[in-house]
């Protein structure tokens, strides 16, 4: 078949995505602060829906008060939240696309201001971020672990209530997920550390709870390609983790960065800079595969379709800025060159 953007993709459970292109998580800070839907946020999803692409995911919404990093980050932790996130879901399905919705536990990758309580970690280490050091967190015990997995569960619910398609687990960019697997944030000796088996075990633990509590809702983990950290997670380890994801029953795989966050690595430039690390990826799983990184055009899109380095293609900043003409504007490849 001649796979284009414009390819419908069905899923196991015949829910189908129009087209090939997504729209990633991306934190609009419109919630209150308490992590509530405003019309702003309302608003706001309903711009990207103008998008036309045929997954769009709600941004990376915190499921415990402990994992929250940002103001004004949206929130999923309380059933009260329950009819503003319908809203969106609404929105969403009004434009014509299946509707996905992060969630997260920032761990470490936070501050005790922000959150109000001590910070939750794999191990006491400190998570490397570019231009700030978090202190030390906690590390969780077994307690811990069992009501952070209940956190996720409970989020996954709340996603499904409301009326989303998906819900992704983010596992990148540094965030809570992300500490479980990398050898950098993961120095536990127990069952949950070591061996890359351990380290992914949580995660397995959280995708199978989800799977017998909420079976109607698909799931999407968004995973570093590789940590893009000096003695983080390998593009070899992640082929073995998307095997296992795939055995546990996960739906699709979204390929982005690690620890070092999701801006455009040093030594990485082009449309499509992090591609290359989902096309390695994809050869490890028959699941659909999302690629990532300063992807502007539609042409483009194809010829990663055709070249089978992705399923779908992710389109953050040039979406964000021109949901409806995107794709006509001819914006450069380098137009996000900046490494950060
Ligand atoms: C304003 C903004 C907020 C973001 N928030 C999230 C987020 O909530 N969750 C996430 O996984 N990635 C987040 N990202 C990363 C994007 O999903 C995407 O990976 C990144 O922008 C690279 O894609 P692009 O080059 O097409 O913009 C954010 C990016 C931007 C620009």
């Known amino acids: 078949m001649n796979l284009n953007r414009w390819t419908p993709y069905k899923f196991s459970n015949s829910k189908t995505a129009k087209n090939r292109v997504v729209v990633p998580a991306m934190a609009s800070q419109t ?22 692409a045929g997954i769009i995911f709600v941004e990376y919404s915190y499921v415990h008060a402990s994992g929250k990093s940002e103001s004004h980050q949206l929130g999923v932790y309380a059933d009260q939240q329950l009819s503003g996130l319908s809203k969106i879901a609404q929105t969403l399905h009004h434009g014509g696309a299946l509707a996905g919705f992060q969630i997260v536990h920032a761990g470490g990758k936070t501050d005790r201001k922000m959150t109000g309580q001590s910070l939750l970690g794999a191990s006491a280490v400190s998570v490397p971020v570019k231009d700030w050091t978090p202190e030390v967190p906690t590390e969780m015990s077994i307690e811990d672990i069992g009501a952070y997995i209940q956190w996720y569960v409970e989020a996954a619910k709340r996603a499904y209530a409301a009326g989303f398609d998906l819900v992704e687990l983010h596992a990148a960019h540094g965030y809570g997920l992300n500490q479980w697997l990398s050898p950098i944030t993961n120095h536990r000796r127990d069952e949950f550390g070591g061996s890359l088996e351990n380290r992914l075990k949580l995660l397995v633990k959280i995708i199978h709870s989800i799977k017998t509590s909420v079976p109607g809702i698909l799931i999407s983990v968004r995973i570093p390609g590789q940590d893009h950290f000096p003695g983080g997670l390998s593009l070899q380890d992640m082929q073995r983790a998307v095997m296992t994801f795939e055995q546990a029953g996960v739906d699709l795989i979204n390929v982005s960065s690690g620890i070092g966050g999701w801006r455009r690595p040093e030594g990485r430039s082009g449309e499509g800079y992090l591609v290359k690390d989902a096309a390695v990826i994809k050869q490890a799983t028959s699941l659909p595969v999302i690629g990532v990184g300063g992807i502007v055009s539609g042409i483009a899109i194809d010829q990663m379709l055709l070249e089978e380095k992705l399923d779908f293609a992710a389109v953050g900043r040039a979406i964000l800025e021109d949901p409806k003409d995107w794709s006509l504007k001819q914006l450069s490849p380098n137009r996000w060159e900046a490494a950060v």
Do not use: M
């Open 31 to 52: 919630a209150n602060e308490h992590g509530f839907v405003t019309d702003k946020t309302i608003e706001h999803y309903s711009r990207l829906g103008e998008s036309q």
